[in-house]
């Protein structure tokens, strides 16, 4: 039988046993609570740092010469190791003590200047010595010469940053995003291109997969009867809400960095896509689903207060295109198609100054029919972008109006037909601008529209201009005369 000792051992070792297993416990609720608290507050950590162009700040330092024992200094004299003590209270008494003790002080500072005239001169010296070695050193000369070219670098930056040069835009921009710290084992990457005819950035932004950043469990609990910490786990619904939030946080942080580090106001507009690279669960192949696109304007992004507003209804506020299921990876379609890598992406070609009265626009290739289109509606006081060419019937111009009441976003079909165009084609539009979150669709061709497409578009946001309208408008807004003639038909 144990004795009362050995049973208050076992009490207190039970004790220390279930003190550590509730410690461990809440370790792990508060490793959770952080990282919850890290993810909630991405866009406020983002918008408090300060962000500034300074060249300077990135220039190297100089480079550090090792002299070995030259890089030792020599101590320096100090007065009070040559002073002589006081005199005290027996010396006093004896006559003539201060002037003794004067005497005794004055030979102790003219050995103090003597000692410190000599420091000075081996200092003097070995810093000589130590310039002769490093002038010597080909290693270190080459790091100031390395140096020194990264500082031109930098004030070339800095010059062609002022003019707005395309490379040193984009350098700032990346500049400030690298230097955008996330939580721990967050990571996100970027592919930019400016396009300073248009003052325009195009962003491809990979975000986190939500499994790599958001925790499995919610919370964990001790159980003493099994003696096991058991985790309660996250619902789907709150790991798709918290995902959500993340991506709008990332989305308006990088958009703030960007905007906010442009002091010279080159960037006027940001196109931002932004995906995910994973598998497909149903396939297992590599997959790439877009689940944010928006088109933001500096004006109008800057003017919110990021300290206090939902990430979630600013993002919808700006008209973004959002997954409604990012953590399914539900794709969404991008409000302007492009590939930052792809140096002939949207630049839009001047198609109407190579016009004349002699033009037939039948004759255009589709690609410039398109382009003239985008022309046109920049001169009637839209902004308008060509996208890329696909194969699903999609948009083939992108074109924002900043009016009141009849402002907004515009998605525009252009068919260079002869025949005329059947209802599917104004169906597949308003399909297209309903994914697009677009106010209005427009559908412009050479020919014509059969009746049934007018009786569609009907009390609906759609606008059909046919070839006789679409001479008229290129005559009223660029002045242009030019033709539609219709081939005959081979029988």
Known sequence: MPTAWEREQERERKARYLAEREAETNR????????????????????SRAIALDFNARKLPPPKFDAGELDIPHPEPNLEEFLPFEPGALARMVPGWRGRYEAQRARAEEQFSAAHAEWRH??????????????????HQQAIREVQKQHLRMDELAADARTGKQYAVEDYVRHVLATSTYPRGFSVKFKLRYLPSRKDL???????????????????KYVKTRDAIDPKLITTAETNRIYKSVLAQVTLRTLYEIFTVDAFRHIETIFFNGFVNDDDPTT???????LVSLRADRDEFLDRDFSRLNPVKALQSLRANFSPAPTELVPIPAVVEFDVNDPRFIEEQDIISALNEDTNLVDLTPDAFEQLITNLFNAMGFEAYPTQRSKDGGV?????????????KYVIQAKRWTNTVQVDAVRDLFGAMDHERANKGILITTSKFAPACHKFAD???????????????????????????IPPRKS
């Open 284 to 290: 297992g192949r590599p997959i790439q689903p877009r």
């Open 396 to 408: 083939d111009c992108i074109a924002y109006y900043k009016k009141h009441v009849v402002g907004g």
């Open 28 to 47: 792990r609720n508060e490793l959770i609570s952080r990282r919850l608290a890290e993810l909630d507050n991405i866009l406020a950590t983002g918008v």
């Open 122 to 139: 081996l200092e003097k010296e070995r810093e000589g010595q130590k310039r002769q070695l490093a002038d010597r050193d080909e290693r």
């Open 202 to 220: 195009l962003m491809e932004c990979e975000f986190p997969v939500a499994r790599d950043i958001i925790p499995a469990e919610v919370s964990w």
């Open 459 to 485: 009390d609906k946001p759609l606008q059909l201009i046919d070839g006789s309208n679409l001479l008229a408008l290129i005559q009223e807004y660029t002045s242009l005369k030019v033709k539609i003639v």
